[in-house]
Every structure is written in C-alpha cells, then in structure tokens.
T-cell receptor, first 117, second 110 residues
Framework: DVKVTQSSRYLVKRTGEKVFLECVQDMDHENMFWYRQDPGLGLRLIYFSYDVKMKEKGDIPEGYSVSREKKERFSLILESASTNQTSMYLC????????????????FGPGTRLTVL | DAKTTQPNSMESNEEEPVHLPCNHSTISGTDYIHWYRQLPSQGPEYVIHGLTSNVNNRMASLAIAEDRKSSTLILHRATLRDAAVYYCILRPTGANNLFFGTGTRLTVIP
C-alpha cells in the first residue's frame, strides 16, 4: 500500500514564525500536492509538483512556498505565519503526470492541523 | 474547474444500501468522474472512478447516467465505518489536481 506521511499531526506556532510542513511518500510517485482544508470551503490546492525541483501554483499559493529536492519529499513553507493560515494541511501524491489522463489516483496523508496564535 | 452538486448530508441505516447522488451537468466528454471519501480525522481516500460505463470495485459501485450529467455512488451495505464525507469530483484529462467541493456527509445509524 502507498504510504504518505506528514511530519506532525498537530502544530502550534506564533504569528511571524517560519513554519515547515514535511511530507514523504514511499511509492516513487511523480506528483505531489499540498492542500488546505477549511470548514465550508472543502479542500483547496496550494501548490503541486510533478518532478524534483519543479513546482506549480495551485488555487491559493499566496503566503506559501514549496520545496522538492528529492522525489519522495515535498515541503510546504509558511515564510511568516499568520492567523489566517490556521487550517488543516493535507499532502497527497499520485503516480502519473496529468497528461497521462484523468484516471490517476491521489493518495493522501493524515493531515497536519496547524494553529497560528 | 468543472463543478459538481451533492446534497450536504444523508443518513442511512446500518447494513442497508446507500445511494449518494452527484449532478455534473457541465461535464465534458473527457472528464472522468472520481469519488473520494474522508473518514473523521483522516485524509481523503480514493473510492472509485469511471468515464462512461458503470464500475464496480470492492468498496462501492458507480452508476453513471447515459448522458453523463449525473452519477450515483452505491454502497451496497453501509457499515458504521462508512460514515464519512463523500466527494464527487470531475477530473479532466490532463489535469494534475482534484477539485474538491464540500461533499456529502453520510451518517450511518446503528
């Protein structure tokens, strides 16, 4: 089974701190994704990566950056955390690049609930 | 992003079949229909997907209308572990990401 792990289940940070959320997948997947989930808004895509050192903005990239130095690891960075970034953050991975069709399955980690005070 | 419409919530009795509807009237010919579910305190998990024909797997069945403007996820015998939020998603060919709406919260009554 594919396993996607996230570095923390719960995280509390202060406004202005730099925050790193780490995600690791063990199935040699090409694509990795970061979403945030808020009540009433569903999941929204922040960034995704289809290869090492490659990244593309999702729907809500403002205030975030990402890093993918190794294929199995995708990091989400909050350069200066703010209270409106309090949310559940979900990482996902999938095997195929998007051009391979609409059949690709995404595998999600358990999520990190981040609270910014 | 192609949009889907689902009821906010549904209830089912344990061990009875559940039919979760989804409307997607603006679906295009190359959009796949995906279903994911999210159990409490977990990330979403894949359930099933299809293009035109009905599909079955060990988790569920997917019934797709002939005009493809709607689909139904069928859980043949609901268990308490099926209580989750179910998301119906259209996945265009070539799309990298999934667009999640707010889904249907399924409550299973013992």
């Amino acid at each position: 089974d594919v396993k996607v792990t996230q570095s923390s289940r719960y995280l509390v940070k202060r406004t202005g701190e730099k925050v790193f959320l780490e995600c690791v997948q063990d199935m040699d997947h090409e694509n990795m994704f970061w979403y945030r989930q808020d009540p009433g808004l569903g999941l929204r895509l922040i960034y995704f990566s289809y290869d090492v050192k490659m990244k593309e903005k999702g729907d809500i990239p403002e205030g975030y950056s990402v890093s993918r130095e190794k294929k199995e690891r995708f990091s989400l960075i909050l350069e200066s955390a703010s209270t409106n970034q309090t949310s559940m953050y979900l990482c996902a991975s999938s095997l195929l690049r998007g051009t391979s069709g609409g059949t690709d399955t995404q595998y999600f980690g358990p999520g990190t609930r981040l609270t910014v005070l | 992003d192609a949009k889907t419409t689902q009821p906010n919530s549904m209830e089912s009795n344990e061990e009875e079949p559940v039919h979760l509807p989804c409307n997607h009237s603006t679906i295009s010919g190359t959009d796949y229909i995906h279903w994911y579910r999210q159990l409490p305190s977990q990330g979403p998990e894949y359930v099933i997907h299809g293009l035109t024909s009905n599909v079955n797997n060990r988790m569920a069945s997917l019934a797709i209308a002939e005009d493809r403007k709607s689909s139904t996820l069928i859980l043949h015998r609901a268990t308490l572990r099926d209580a989750a939020v179910y998301y119906c998603i259209l996945r265009p060919t070539g799309a990298n990401n999934l667009f999640f709406g707010t889904g249907t919260r399924l409550t299973v009554i013992p």
